[in-house]
């Protein structure tokens, strides 16, 4: 009977020890995985620390222009190079440098990306001529360029596969951030402090960043892959992806005629004083953050389509600001509006070269997003090159329409690629009859 109980104990003692190690096994795989959870969190905190520092780099000079001319004894025409050419540095250094840094480490280039940056505008805080601070500007676009391509890549491999969208979203806010906030807080300190201050802490903020992300981004992520030229050569010969890297050129850098001398034309036509402008670059970045969130909803069904009347809508809009920029109500108002839809038609632009390039050329699809990136810079750098000749020539009040016939030809452009889009329809339609 003794031998009956002990044998009962111990199958009792034995089940029990193995219900304790399952739970110990679960409660340790729960605790793995809310650890990743969380590095993973501070990981995408970092990027987009890093995203805010780039993001408010990138517009910074648009509200310093008219300090930065006066400081440097510069037309402001010459100071709206900063623009242009940031932008340039950013639509050719981001397609060759990403190529030649395939092959690198995604943390230690993600170090490099932040260590070029700091360099940039550490030159552009001490700049004392235009020629060197061009110079800066074009050394803190290659830094944009290579993060840009990269930023969404180390996002998405930082969490599971259902988590990606959320994840580079994540990354994206400090985009978002930098427009609505570090842009007017920047061009604050720069009345306040001078232009230069504005730089310096840009570059305390980038390595604020190059710290967050050397300690919280992992060393074990993938290295990125190299693409192929034939790749690249059937993206720039497709006809359809042609059409819409010439409408996102045009489309996005219509409102950058006007927007690149915005606070000469609220400081000059509309009579607000230099101390008000930063108020009105925050409500104009709370435009701009609303009209991308009201331009992706939009642009899911049919993104053509949608752009095609957003250009419309936006080209009315740009023309309309030539009439009531001289009175401050209807011209803020205005302003405003023109904020909402200058950034409306990003996402829409995005998915539809996604579209394309999965239809006409799968392997690339990588590629003719990255191009279309590249194709927003152009037309920055297109824009506001056009705005800085009719701002010599005729005026700024003259922005406004030049920028609203550049949009306009978008708009055509777009209404062209629908009809295009619904041949294809068509034909998709009559294959899967027939099949």
């Known amino acids: 009977m003794s031998i009956i109980i002990t044998f009962i104990d111990c199958v009792i003692t034995s089940f029990y020890l193995k219900q304790y190690r399952l739970y110990i096994n679960k409660l340790r795989r729960r605790i793995i995985v809310d650890l990743s959870k969380?590095?993973?969190?501070?990981?995408l905190l970092a990027l987009a620390i890093s995203a805010f520092a780039i993001g408010t780099t990138e517009f910074i000079s648009v509200g310093l222009l008219p300090l930065i001319a006066n400081d440097l004894q510069v037309s402001v025409t010459t100071a709206?190079?900063?623009?242009?050419?940031?932008a340039l540095g950013v639509t050719f250094g981001a397609p060759i440098l990403t190529s030649i840094t395939s092959s690198m480490s995604r943390k230690h280039l993600l170090l490099w990306i932040m260590v070029i940056f700091i360099i940039g505008n550490s030159?552009?805080?001490?700049?004392?001529?235009i020629g060197m601070l061009l110079v800066a500007r074009v050394i803190s676009a290659f830094s944009h360029g290579i993060?840009?391509?990269i930023g969404s890549t180390i996002a998405a491999d930082l969490v599971p596969e259902n988590r990606r969208a959320s994840a580079i979203s994540i990354m994206f806010t400090g985009l978002t951030v930098a427009t609505v906030t570090g842009v007017p807080l920047g061009t604050f300190i720069g009345q306040q402090f001078g232009w230069r201050m504005a730089f310096i802490i840009i570059v305390g903020i980038g390595i604020i960043a190059f710290i967050a992300n050397s300690?919280?981004?992992?060393?074990n992520l993938r290295k990125g892959t190299r693409t192929t030229f034939r790749n690249q050569f059937k993206l720039v010969t497709n006809g359809r992806l042609l059409l819409l890297f010439t409408i996102t050129i045009s489309g996005y850098g219509g409102t950058f005629v006007v927007f690149t001398y915005l606070s000469p034309i609220l400081q000059e036509i509309t009579g607000f004083k230099e101390g008000t402008v930063a108020a009105i670059l925050l409500l104009y970045g709370i435009a701009i953050a609303i009209g991308n969130?009201?331009?992706g909803k939009l642009s899911n069904h049919n993104p053509i389509r949608a752009l095609f009347y957003m250009f419309i809508v936006q080209a009315v809009i740009l023309f309309f600001l030539m009439f009531t920029a001289p009175f401050k109500i209807a011209g803020l108002i205005t302003i405003f509006l023109m904020g909402a839809l200058a950034f409306m038609n990003v996402p829409g632009l995005q998915v539809y070269a996604v579209m394309l390039a999965e239809r006409f050329v799968p392997s690339g699809v990588d590629v003719a997003s990255a191009i279309n990136i590249a194709a927003f810079n152009?037309?920055?750098?297109?824009?506001s090159y056009l705005g800085g000749i009719i701002t010599d020539s005729i005026g700024l009040i003259h922005t406004t329409w030049v920028g609203a016939l550049m949009v306009l030809i978008a708009a055509f452009l777009a209404g062209w690629s629908t009809i295009f889009e619904r041949k294809d329809q068509k034909a998709s339609k009559l294959n899967r009859a027939v099949s």
């Open 215 to 219: 300690i919280l981004v992992p060393s």
């Open 147 to 149: 993060f840009m391509s």
């Open 38 to 43: 969380k590095q993973s969190t501070f990981a």
């Open 80 to 86: 709206g190079l900063t623009v242009s050419l940031y």
């Open 378 to 383: 152009a037309g920055i750098a297109l824009g």
């Open 123 to 129: 030159i552009a805080a001490f700049s004392t001529s």
């Open 293 to 295: 969130t009201v331009g």
